[in-house]
């Protein structure tokens, strides 16, 4: 088991990685100004710190942790986080005594447990996990391998197959694998679209340390859960992004997710609302970042065929609700169109098809409208048309 110092491991001899070539960029922007991410050097073992975050997840905890020290790659240090349960967290982390770094603190939040699970790292890549999620035992040994291959990546993800409360797989994958995972400079896609990209929650994803410490910590007040927001889109615009097309972790599905929602539900509109509020505070966030770059090569305004997707939704299922003031079925149909024609990473059937939903899902009677929104919202709920759709979610 790792401990709280690096090294150790599971007491076998792990070959060092070899680099591959560099991921290539994917939108030809121009060098990347006012970004100062630090490229890791490999002169000594990559250190990788796993911050398990919990509050009044004790239930899932012990699997969560024993995921991470689990690790095939010997140089992991696990911190585990408890945000003020009322449950029995913080019991169960002190019973793993010096094989962890135990913080335990005030309820604040997602964005407080994760920045109080930062102050704590020392390595030089961290993973954030989600206390009721696991990882697979050789995730570890992939970053390390991808981190050394590119060295200025700002991020590696990779997909997670999610499971029932009791662990068991239900058989789904987030992303669904219709969807490409991104690779390489995602700059201008993130101020283009950003939240039609195909990021991965929090335990899908890693990050190199000194890089992650020119936006830390989350601002906390807007943040209070669905904090992986913020680490979705502010790092790819300090460097490239290394998607790994495998299973690195398993996502738990249950009856008390702050969250995700299982694909077979029906339509949350709190959730929705919840989206939408997510996207407007980390919009500011991009835009805030942006300045500070000074990346000049943007649009004056971000729009996304997902977030204005969310808001038709919401304005035709729950108007009362709404908090966009000024939208309008026809409005928002109209962006959609122009978001949809915003889309360069997509094939132009892709646009029209967009497009196509965006109508259907204003003018529609509201049953066949309610079967779209659900479509949009759960594409594993579609799976005879995402085998169509799965070729044009590519240029070509």
């Known amino acids: 088991m790792a401990q709280t110092g690096y090294g150790g491991g599971d007491g076998l001899a ?19 100004p ?16 796993v911050v398990v975050g919990s509050y009044n997840y004790g239930r899932y905890l012990r699997a969560a942790v024993d995921s991470a020290l689990s690790q095939s790659y010997p140089h992991v240090r696990v911190i585990a986080v408890d945000d003020g349960s009322t449950d029995d967290s913080a019991e169960i982390l002190r019973s793993y005594g010096d094989a962890i770094v135990a913080v335990l603190k005030e309820n604040g939040g997602q964005a407080s447990a994760m920045n109080a699970g930062f102050a704590m790292v020392e390595g030089d890549v961290v993973i954030f996990l989600d206390a009721d999620d696991m990882l697979d035992a050789r995730i570890a040994e992939h970053v390390a391998e991808a ?99 495998l299973i690195g972790g398993y996502r738990r599905i249950h009856d008390a997710n702050a969250y995700e929602q299982a694909w077979d539900a029906g339509l949350d ?33 971000r729009l996304s ?14 108007p009362a609700r709404h908090t966009c003031p000024g939208d309008t079925r026809a409005a928002l149909a109209v962006a959609g169109f122009q978001a949809a024609r915003r889309r360069f990473d997509v094939h132009p059937t892709m646009r029209a098809v967009f497009c196509a939903w965006f109508l259907a899902t204003a003018t529609a009677p509201r049953p066949a409208a309610l079967k779209l929104a659900r479509w949009f919202i759960f594409p594993e709920q579609r799976p005879t048309v995402n085998r169509f759709l799965k070729p044009l979610h590519r240029r070509s």
């Open 305 to 318: 065929v997902s977030d204005l997707a969310n808001r038709l939704i919401s304005l035709r299922f729950d």
């Open 14 to 32: 792990h070959p060092q990685p070899t680099a591959d070539p560099a991921v290539k960029g994917q939108d030809g922007m121009a060098a990347r």
């Open 269 to 301: 509109l709190s959730h929705i609302h919840l989206t939408i509020a997510k996207a407007q505070v980390t919009d500011g966030e991009l835009e805030k970042l942006a300045v500070r770059l000074g990346i000049h090569e943007r649009p004056a305004a």
């Open 34 to 49: 006012g970004a100062t991410a630090t490229a890791v050097a490999p002169s000594k073992p990559l250190k990788i710190d």
């Open 147 to 245: 981190v050394l291959a590119h060295p200025d990546a700002a991020k590696i993800q990779w997909r997670l197959a999610m499971t029932h409360a009791d662990g068991t797989a239900s058989g789904q994958v987030k992303p669904p694998a219709h969807l490409p995972l991104p690779q390489g400079d995602m700059r201008r896609a993130e101020l283009t679209f950003p939240f039609d990209i195909t990021w991965i929650a929090t335990s899908g994803n890693a990050f190199p340390v000194g890089m992650l410490r020119q936006i830390m910590p989350i601002p906390e007040q807007g943040y209070e859960i669905g904090a992986d927001y913020y680490l979705q889109h502010l790092p790819p615009l300090l460097g490239p992004v290394v998607s790994l097309n």
